[in-house]
């Protein structure tokens, strides 16, 4: 299987500019390709991984990618799928930002091997040495107004007179054609890849190659990840989903995988992991015939928390995940614990109610807000609803005492099968 066949069953293939050559330039002797980010960030979130995992996947067939940071394109703004147009960050925060995200990214590329090691670069080391007269006179007569107005990020936005695009804005698609004409000059970068929303900044460079260059050159489109439900990829209600741990926790960063839609789940195995096309089949096989087992979601979430946080944080995630689903918490760890305090409601209960005599599970029950009242709280114990440290108990007079608590201080409290509370004494 080559690489664009790869691509293809994976559903990652979208446009090319031209296939059949493209198909015939690969097969000769691998490529120089490209994919660029603008750091608005100080880290990428899971948006940023489809075309990033794509130059790997080229990487792994042999080819030589570079990753671009936009140092320069970043403090300008891509008016592409954008409806609004980006606050304008500071050098220096681009600088801290670009510096944050090198690590994410070495756990996206392979940046040690010997044989064809990715690069990354950031587009501000070249731009910067241009000035705006000899930018203009070198690269922006290369250009037609009427040809970058048909543009579709640009159309869009002057069709929508409240926005409209700023000067700046427009200007972007002659720096990232600027990038596209600068690698294929110094680094015989012969094919930019990226969002499908990336088609017209991509031919652009191909045309500015053609012009000053009189080289050919080759565009790539992956498609706009999308969820079925329709709305948009990565986002939850507490917000982006990001690579960095102290922006979101591991746990976190697991549970935004294996919740995954059941319509969904098979796309993003093929989307963003490196598991081989049989083993996607016997999933897709397993997860038709039994969805509710959920292998094809613990597969997801297990290889995308795996290639991002490596396997050890993997294990404390899947295991604190477990213990939301009835798991044992005997021989936990704290810290695996601490993943789920904050995840779901928590109360406190001060520490002198747990003192000698105890206090009663069915008060803590409505102390806690699992139940309405005493008399409801005994009634669902008598229906063996109610689990205390994932034990189920079954005594109505059942007192809990200091000796509870998990390492000193939490009590796990659970009413049916999703209903927790973690109870935090003070």
Not at 136 to 147: E, M, P
Not at 183 to 207: K, P, R, V, Y
Not at 372 to 393: C, F, M, T, W
């Amino acid at each position: 299987m080559s690489i664009l066949e790869e691509l293809k069953w994976r559903g990652l293939f979208a446009d090319c500019t031209d296939e059949a050559a493209l198909t015939a330039r690969l097969a000769a002797r691998p490529i120089a390709l490209y994919c660029g980010f603008d750091p608005t960030a100080d880290s990428l979130h899971v948006g940023h991984m489809v075309p990033l995992l794509a130059l790997r996947r080229f990487q792994l067939f042999g080819h030589h990618p570079i990753a671009v940071a936009g140092g320069a394109t970043g403090s300008i703004g891509d008016p592409s799928g954008k409806s609004q147009e980006r606050s304008l960050l500071t050098k220096e925060q681009i600088t801290a930002n670009v510096a944050a995200v090198r690590p994410q990214l070495a756990r996206l590329l392979d940046f040690e091997t010997a044989a064809n090691p990715a690069r990354l670069v950031d587009n501000a080391d070249w731009t910067a040495q241009v000035s705006y007269l000899d930018f203009l006179r070198d690269i922006g007569k290369h250009f037609s107004v009427n040809q970058m107005v048909a543009k579709e990020s640009v159309r869009a936005r002057m069709e929508d007179r409240e926005v409209g695009i700023s000067y700046t804005e427009f200007s972007y698609m002659l720096l990232q054609a600027f990038d596209f004409y600068h690698l294929c000059q110094e680094q015989d970068c012969e094919l930019q890849i990226g969002g499908s929303d990336q088609w017209g900044n991509i031919t652009a460079g191909m045309d500015l190659i053609r012009r000053k260059l009189g080289r050919a050159a080759f565009g790539l489109t992956l498609p706009l990840i999308t969820k079925a439900d329709g709305t948009k990829f990565g986002k939850t209600e507490a917000g982006a989903i990001w690579l960095d741990p102290r922006k979101t926790s591991v746990y976190r960063f697991y549970q935004f995988w294996i919740n995954a839609d059941d319509r969904d789940v098979i796309r993003y195995l093929q989307f963003f992991t490196f598991i081989n096309h049989e083993e996607i089949v016997a999933l897709t096989q397993a997860h038709e015939a039994n969805p509710g087992a959920r292998g094809a979601h613990r597969a997801l979430a297990r290889a995308v928390t795996e290639m991002i946080h490596g396997a050890a944080a993997t294990q404390e995630a899947m295991r604190a995940s477990e213990i939301l689903f009835g798991g044992e918490l005997a021989g936990v760890s704290e810290t695996t614990f601490q993943e789920i305090v904050g995840e779901v409601p928590s109360k406190s209960v001060e520490c002198a109610r747990l003192g000698d005599a105890g206090l009663p599970l069915t008060e803590l029950l409505v102390h806690a807000g699992l139940c309405p009242s005493k008399g409801q709280a005994r009634k669902d114990v008598e229906g063996g609803g109610i689990y205390l440290n994932n034990v189920r108990e079954a005594s109505t007079t059942r007192t809990v005492m200091a000796g509870d608590l998990l390492f000193g201080k939490h009590l796990l409290l659970r009413k049916g099968k999703k209903n927790y509370v973690v109870v935090t004494a003070r």
